[in-house]
């Protein structure tokens, strides 16, 4: 028995593939590691994943948020912890701590910030499932 051969199977990776992103069409490589990580082919290229990440809506849930001082943070969920100021309350105002919010994340020279900031409240009592938009849009 050798454990020094068991150890390489163990580290050996799949080769390096090129795929295509769906999004802006350059060719990146997914490397072998990578694909080791992920569960599945990712459909964009990491410029574009890491763009999506800004712009997607996301959900988290206020961790803390001091009045007086005008700003807080936001525990988001997958676990990242985003600035929030005052700023981007908008009609909201103030924070408490354990409401659930919607919100997108900007990147400033400081560090990414909560920006477009919305009350999803709590957990809904009512589970009102959302209709597929079906309907045409209002205009
Ligand atoms: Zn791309």
């Given at each position: 028995m050798n454990a020094g051969s068991e150890l390489i199977s163990t580290l050996r990776l799949p080769p390096d593939r090129t795929l295509s992103c769906s999004q802006c069409g350059i060719r990146f490589v997914w490397t072998g590691w990578e694909q080791q990580q992920a569960a599945n082919t990712p459909?964009?290229?990491?410029?574009?994943?890491?763009?999506?990440?800004?712009t997607?809506?996301?959900?988290?849930?206020?961790?803390?948020?001091?009045?007086?001082?005008?700003?807080g943070f936001i525990t988001a969920s997958d676990g990242s912890e985003v600035f929030?100021?005052?700023?981007?309350?908008?009609?909201?105002?103030?924070?408490?701590r354990g409401q659930v919010l919607a919100f997108r994340v900007e990147p400033t020279p400081s560090g990414p910030q909560a920006v477009d900031i919305r009350r999803i409240?709590?957990?809904?009592?009512?589970?009102?499932?959302?209709?597929?938009?079906?309907?045409?849009?209002?205009?």
């Open positions: 459909e964009c290229c990491p410029g574009c994943r890491a763009l999506r990440l800004f997607q809506r996301r959900r988290g849930v206020v961790k803390w948020y001091a009045p007086q001082k005008g700003y929030v100021h005052r700023r981007a309350l908008g009609r909201l105002r103030s924070l408490r409240g709590r957990h809904s009592q009512r589970r009102r499932q959302s209709q597929p938009s079906t309907s045409p849009p209002k205009s």
